[in-house]
């Protein structure tokens, strides 16, 4: 198994560099240094000398690509893609073109982005697999229909509505929670509870859909009849052997995202006032600070691969014919 | 019954409720301020710059225009605005000088007049915030027990406020390395500007690890000098007599090289802790809590000078009760707590619970909080009046216009058919609806280029734009004939282009090209439509629109601009020929050049606010209404809400440090936010009746399915 993580360690170096070339093009076909340079300096009294003295600071006055000026390596070296992107790949996110370091803008942030994602993750997934074998158990009976029906009606509703509705009835009608907000520690219990509350529900519909349809193709195997035949109760059936043996699409679709967590999300956390990631990428994006949107391209991109991996590293857990060579 | 339900209701929730609160359960405040004397705001967006130097938008002046002082001030309560010395002792002296350096008479004319020199004297005793920058060891080792959390638990000194740190800041503004924004419009003006920024520039490059503040030290700006700790001088080119305007912007607050010098250490660097981000001043707050993700925090400077709220406003004010706190030192409350808010709808929710004491009023709200009587006079609902909530209205400094692009070969130019062309548009263009669909009637139409508040706007029958309205009556448009004639006098009858023979095509390029814009731009478009001309909308990203601005390639476009001082040469500029932004890289957009205009700017740019100026600025505006290089769109009126406790509130759009003028009535605050947010337990209870209704029936089905025959 090490054999096969060092290998898929190594085809992650081919993968970012496509993936900050790409950044790279796309970026530059939108932007160029001067609107980047004019987008940070404002629209007022800004001069051509302002923008060429901001490029100058900021290590944008170079070739984009390649520099016909210089000699040798330096014709690489010498570009805004080689200063900007390479050092990437040492970890070293760098400096956004507005002055803050990234590496401290996101161990800042990342907090309050988990302390959402995390709880949300797992009662999610608890409600809707719990919800989705209850399904299964009263299939064919009015509680199953009448919950397709709930499920169906949940997944046509806009999740913006839902926090807005949650954010109506429960924190201003009934002033349990409050409406919006953030504090560290342990007082930030109060403030995720509301968005907690409506991620899992906003996401109950397709989740317990979802996983419906697992269970259902797992519950029609043989193990089960003879599981049944033995004398196991059908709850005992369902959440002992259908559940365990589901694990592999259920992993599938867990673990991917589990490192991706931190980079919070956009909706949630700017309603909630959540000081979270969730906006840093479509903020640089918007304010064209390009060292921040590569470094967090790169940063997602990593992330992703490594939870690739340890998607397949977790199949061996809970499967035991799998292995990895 | 029910209040045993919502007791045990209350058990129940509380278990789930580990953290609690002093205050109510939906208290988005961790700590209860009780009594203190607290301002509770917001902000949607977090601030780009915080640093004097470089901060130049209205949210980054909500905090730092409450820690930097700059020399002047405008009165709070006084209309006119007008201004009046803060850190400076005085309003300055000024001194003009010829072309050899000789003093010049007072009324020397502005032709004669080379050099004018700005002589100020700072108030003594004045100090800076605690800070600890100003324990100067912490320039070279930083406490190895410091947690790096907050730079308020390092030791902190202060230091008195001398003539060299208003040196030091203009050193600031002309370093090319803090990238100002204002520094190339102050290059043209104070004297020695643009040879100290290429010095400095010219430094860098050589001696690469000298200190900043080493190197802005070891040169002189030949503009500025100091005459003792308490004076100095600077010196600019010409008369500029709206310099003293800049003089009282946070540009030109002093800052202590000991700061720059502080925070060169690489291990603040590293923790986002930068000049740029945590203020060092000597106003009546200091930042103490810094996390622009989440709030922002100041807390009353224990250093602040003497200063008091003003005496004098007028019989209205006066019985506005804005008089109240008169002769009291300020700041008047001790906190301002500002929280990121980045959406409207919570927000607005907030302060319905008292959770935030001042609140604009989005498109969603606005029928919520405004009604409109019958004579068409704005109010509050009754839902606002029940709550104590009050309302102020305000014309704002701002003007947003649509451009022509003089140097287009249809639209522009300055024929007589182009202008008639130009005036038939401005007829049919009607903004008065345009205010009334899609600024809820939040806004004023424009009849010039001047908004009200500003010297030389005309108020009044005498102010109307006559091009657009009929002779006789005050504000009645003229009608889609008398712009269909005209359009035919500029040789398009009924609108057909005699070069295609179809319907004239014009262009209008725009940022706003989304669903959300559509409904604004059908309308531009139906107006056009009313004189048979094909208006094509050209959407445009942020990037290729200011691109064609530049390079004049726009035919019409919409814009605004927000005064950054109350004088009309801030606006009029927008239309001087020199400043056209496809010639000479200015702020005319319009790319205007009339030499009678011009002729007319110039002569009144350096004038003091006389009758005389009035009338030459009167003709400017005739001018301008008969070329019409913009329709003059509209001056946005700016609706805010304040609670009852919320006291000494008034509409200044000049001034950018009002916190320190505004008190809170905490006890009042804190009663209407127990009577508004009293929690409601029932529901919940409700919903898990609900539930256990459900377990019966699944109970049943239950013991049917586990009795039945498994296969």
């Known amino acids: 198994m090490i054999n096969y993580i060092i290998r898929r360690l190594l085809y992650v170096l081919p993968v970012l560099l496509g993936v900050n070339i790409l950044t790279f093009v796309l970026f530059f076909v939108v932007n160029t240094p001067d609107d980047m340079a004019r987008m940070q300096l404002g629209d007022k009294h800004v001069s051509q000398a302002a923008v060429d003295n901001w490029k100058q600071q900021r290590g944008y006055d170079l070739p984009l690509l390649w520099n016909d000026g210089a000699l040798g390596f330096e014709q690489a070296s010498k570009t805004i893609f080689f200063k900007k992107s390479m050092s990437l790949f040492a970890f070293d996110l760098g400096i956004s073109d507005n002055g803050r370091d990234i590496v401290a803008d996101i161990s800042q942030r990342m907090w309050p982005s988990l302390a959402i994602a995390i709880p949300s993750l797992i009662f999610g997934v608890l409600t809707n697999i719990t919800f989705a074998l209850l399904l299964i158990f009263y299939r064919s009976t009015f509680l199953e229909f009448g919950g397709l029906f709930i499920c169906i009606a949940l997944m046509s509703i806009s999740g913006l509505f839902y926090i807005i509705a949650g954010q109506y009835f429960i924190g201003k009608l009934l002033a349990l929670t409050p409406i919006s907000g953030y504090a560290p520690g342990l007082d930030a219990f109060r403030f995720i509870i509301l968005p907690v509350l409506i991620g899992v529900v906003g996401g109950l519909g397709s989740g317990v859909r979802w996983y419906r349809t697992l269970f259902l193709e797992e519950s029609a195997k043989d193990y089960v009849r003879t599981a049944k035949a033995k004398g196991l109760s059908d709850l005992q059936v369902l959440f002992k052997h259908v559940l365990k043996n589901a694990m592999i699409p259920i992993l599938t679709g867990i673990v991917v995202i589990l490192p991706l967590l931190f980079m919070g999300s956009l909706i949630t956390e700017s309603f909630f006032g959540i000081p979270g990631l969730g906006s840093y990428t479509i903020d640089a994006i918007s304010s064209q600070d390009f060292a921040i949107v590569r470094s967090m391209v790169f940063l997602g991109s990593f992330l992703y691969i490594i939870g690739l991996l340890l998607t397949d590293i977790s199949y061996t857990l809970v499967d035991p014919r799998v292995r990895l060579d | ?711």
């Open chain 2, 1 to 711: 019954m029910i209040k045993a339900v919502n007791t045990l209701s209350l058990i129940l929730f509380l278990l789930f409720l580990t953290a609690c609160t002093e205050g109510a359960l939906n208290n988005p405040y961790v700590v209860d301020e009780g009594m203190n004397k607290v301002i509770y705001s917001s902000f949607s967006e977090r601030p780009k710059h915080l640093d004097p130097a470089r901060a130049y938008s209205s949210n980054e002046y909500a905090i730092i225009a409450q820690v930097y002082e700059p020399l002047f001030q405008y009165h709070y309560l006084k209309r006119p605005y007008q201004l009046e010395p803060l850190l400076a002792k005085f309003m300055p002296s000024v001194h003009y000088y010829d072309v050899k350096g000789e003093l010049l008479e007072q009324s020397a004319s502005d032709k004669d007049i080379a050099f004018s020199e700005y002589n100020i004297e700072i108030k003594a005793g004045t100090k800076f915030q605690p800070h600890p920058s100003f324990t100067l060891p912490l320039h070279k080792e930083l406490p190895a027990i410091w947690d790096g959390k907050s730079l308020y638990d390092l030791p902190m000194a202060t230091r008195e406020l001398t003539a060299d740190d208003f040196i030091y800041q203009i050193k600031r503004l002309a370093d090319p390395a803090t990238q100002s924004p204002i520094a190339g419009l102050m290059a043209n003006y104070i004297v020695g500007f643009s040879e100290y920024s290429s010095k400095q520039s010219a430094l860098s490059k050589q001696f690469p690890a000298l200190r900043k503040t080493q190197r802005l030290q070891s040169e002189r700006m030949q503009g500025l000098k100091k005459i003792d700790d308490t004076h100095f001088t600077i010196r600019i080119k010409g008369k500029y007599p709206q310099f003293i305007n800049w003089l009282a912007m946070p540009f030109f607050a002093p800052m202590p090289w000991e700061a720059d010098e502080f925070y060169a250490n690489p291990v603040l660097v590293k923790k986002n802790m930068t000049l740029d981000w945590f203020p060092v001043g000597t106003g009546p707050y200091f930042l103490h809590e810094n996390n622009p993700n989440r709030r922002m925090v100041l807390v009353k400077n224990p250093n602040f000078h003497a200063d008091v709220y003003p005496y004098e406003a007028d019989e209205n004010m006066r019985q506005q009760g804005l008089l109240v706190d008169a002769g009291k030192t300020l700041p008047l409350t001790d906190k301002v707590i500002f929280s990121l808010e980045k959406e409207s709808i919570p927000y607005w929710n907030k302060f319905l619970q008292g959770y935030y004491d001042v609140s604009g009023i989005s498109s969603d709200s606005f029928d919520q909080a405004v009604s409109f009587s019958a004579g068409g006079d704005v109010g509050l609902t009754d839902d606002m009046v029940e709550r104590g909530i009050g309302l102020q209205t305000a014309v704002t400094t701002s003007s947003y216009y649509l451009g022509f692009n003089m140097l287009d070969e249809v639209i522009g130019g300055y024929s007589d058919k182009a202008k008639k062309l130009r005036q038939a548009i401005s007829i049919v263009v009607d903004y008065e609806e345009y205010i009334s669909i899609f600024q809820n009637g939040r806004g004023v139409v424009a009849q010039s280029i001047i908004p009200p508040g500003i010297f030389g706007h005309i108020t009044g029958e005498e102010g109307v734009n006559r091009i657009v309205y009929e002779e006789n009556d005050s504000l009645v448009r003229r009608s889609a004939d008398e712009a269909a004639e005209l359009l035919t006098e500029a040789g398009y009858s009924h609108g057909i282009d005699p070069q295609t023979g179809q319907p004239l095509v014009l262009y209008f390029d725009t940022m706003d090209s989304g669903p959300d814009s559509k409904a604004r731009l059908n309308w531009l478009r139906k107006q056009f439509n009313k004189l048979n001309i094909k208006l094509v909308i050209r959407g445009t990203d942020y990037n290729r629109f200011q691109e064609k601005m530049r390079n004049g390639s726009a035919q019409m476009f919409m814009w605004g601009w927000n005064a950054d001082y109350p004088d009309p040469e801030n606006f009029l500029f927008l239309l001087y020929g020199k400043n056209a932004k496809a010639v000479y890289g200015g702020e005319n957009a319009a790319n205007y050049q009339n030499a009678q205009f011009d002729a007319l700017f110039e002569q009144m740019s350096t004038m003091e606010n006389t009758p005389k100026r009035q009338e030459i600025i009167k003709d400017m505006l005739v001018i301008t209404q008969q070329d019409v290089p913009w329709l003059w769109g509209f001056h946005p009126k700016a609706f805010s809400l304040h609670h009852a406790w919320y006291k000494n509130s008034y509409p200044n759009l000049m001034a950018n440090n009002k916190t320190k003028y505004i008190n809170v009535d905490a006890e009042l605050r804190k009663a209407y936010q127990a009577k508004w947010n009293k929690p409601v337990f029932w529901p919940l209870v409700f919903v898990l009746f609900l539930l256990a209704c459900l377990v019966l029936p699944a109970y049943l089905i239950y013991r049917r399915i586990e009795r039945a025959k498994a296969l």
